[in-house]
């Protein structure tokens, strides 16, 4: 499978750490209240996953703190729609995968948080502190925090290596080549934890916490450690119809080339609501993003995955998020800083997201800010072109995971 456009680790990473909520979580449906809601079993040996429904404060989340804010789209919203049950053989050993819902039966889950935090390889920038809320199902049992670094191919591997029954055991997930600690941690009276990681140097992380001693799975999450910090310069109002002038500095990063793209997306369009429906088979399976089709009977639609290039991704993104209420732009220099100057023309007034990356020949990204911008008053245009790539490759990284998720 080639991917032309890489998808940058802002994105992957917050969609990563969905797609490992969404695993826990076992995609299950929001009436069950059982503390174990998927049981996935391996020739006899099985693997329990934690409810996360319980509350949106206690459910068995992590929040992270440290380094910088980043308003998610907001809401994050997930909705699975399927089949509770199957079973399948892989290189001569028994899968089975068991939900405890209804066949068939919507089930909605919200991503709790808002924001979520971006590091940078700086001195008190990469420093990761992280809390676990869990359920006071599991007070006072002991666990491991195991801390990997991962990018988006790897946290695939791992779904993939739990669905197609070659991960046997937690201890398989603790040997992982990637693995970067592991830290035993005391559960207190109400199922919490919390702790740090120090120091961290620039790359993509997940970080996953189990039982000690037992096959269960209570939660997981990811986060970027970026090269860069970078300073971004502009008007927090702007008249439709003028160009919004960004000034961007890449702080201590030495003048090579770069591309940087900075574009603006309306608020109320800054969401993401997926739903999967699925009967099991790839011919069962359509994927929806705000209302729009992604995939449909398992084919990208309008895009083929083995030919897919920035025009595929920016009309997909006119498609998801709307023609009008968008509008970006991209360039390449030999510099670490540069001036980019997006068109408002034919924008409707409101409140805007303005997100800004530089990425280089080896990083997707390299550093990435997010600013508010207020257009005012009513102006008359065409509509807006040559949208952000960023919020489209959300949906590419959806794409990319189901279609790795199923046979």
């Known amino acids: ?3 032309h456009i890489k998808p940058s680790k802002l994105s992957l990473g917050i969609f990563s750490l969905i797609f490992i909520v969404l695993l826990s979580s076992g995609l299950a449906v929001a009436q069950n ?3 174990y809601i998927m049981n996935l ?14 509350s949106k404060t206690e459910g068995n989340w992590i929040s992270l703190g440290g380094g910088e804010p980043v308003q998610l789209p907001t809401p994050i919203k997930f909705t699975y729609h399927g089949v509770n049950e199957t079973s399948f053989s892989t290189d001569s050993k028994n899968v089975d995968i068991k939900l405890n819902v209804k066949n068939y039966t919507d089930y909605v889950i919200e991503y709790p948080f808002e924001t979520h935090q971006m590091y940078t390889n700086t001195s008190g920038k990469n420093n990761v502190t992280y809390q676990f809320n869990g359920s006071k199902y599991f007070a006072n049992k002991e666990s491991k925090v195991v801390l990997i670094e991962s990018d988006i191919n790897s946290l695939i591997d791992i779904l993939d290596k739990f669905k197609q029954g070659q991960i046997d055991s937690i ?15 005391d559960l207190d009276d109400n199922g919490d934890t919390n702790g740090e990681f120090e120091n961290l140097d620039a790359g993509e992380y997940s970080v996953l916490i189990i039982l000690n001693n037992e096959p269960v799975i209570l939660s997981a999450t990811a986060f970027d450690v970026l090269d860069y910090d970078s300073n971004v310069s502009t008007n927090s109002y702007i008249t439709v119809g003028n160009n919004l002038k960004v000034d961007i500095e890449l702080e201590d990063a030495p003048d090579t080339e770069y591309t940087y793209i900075a574009g603006i997306v ?30 449909d009977d398992f084919d990208l639609i309008d895009m083929s995955v083995s030919n897919l290039n920035k025009n595929d991704v920016k009309n997909k993104l006119v498609d998801v998020l709307g023609p009008d209420e968008l509008s970006g ?3 390449t220099v ?3 800083q540069t001036s980019l100057n997006i068109s408002t023309e034919g924008l409707p007034p409101g409140n805007y997201k303005l997100l800004v990356q530089a990425s ?11 600013k508010d911008i207020t257009i005012k008053s009513e102006g008359i245009g065409a509509p807006a072109t040559n949208p952000i790539l960023m919020i489209g490759v959300l949906g590419i990284a959806i794409v990319l995971f189901m279609k790795r998720r199923f046979n």
């Open 171 to 185: 201890n398989d997930i603790l040997s992982l080549d990637k693995v970067n600690s592991i830290e035993t941690k």
């Open 41 to 54: 079993s391996v020739n006899g040996n099985d693997f329990r996953f934690a409810n996360h429904n319980e």
């Open 266 to 295: 309306k608020d109320n369009k800054y969401r993401a609501d997926v739903r999967l429906e699925t009967n099991g088979h790839k011919t069962g399976t359509d994927l929806l993003v705000n209302n729009e089709y992604i995939i």
């Open 1 to 3: 499978m080639e991917l």
């Open 329 to 331: 732009k991209t360039m």
């Open 334 to 336: 030999d510099s670490n």
């Open 33 to 35: 209240t059982d503390n």
């Open 360 to 370: 280089n020949q080896n990083d997707p990204i390299v550093a990435f800010e997010q």
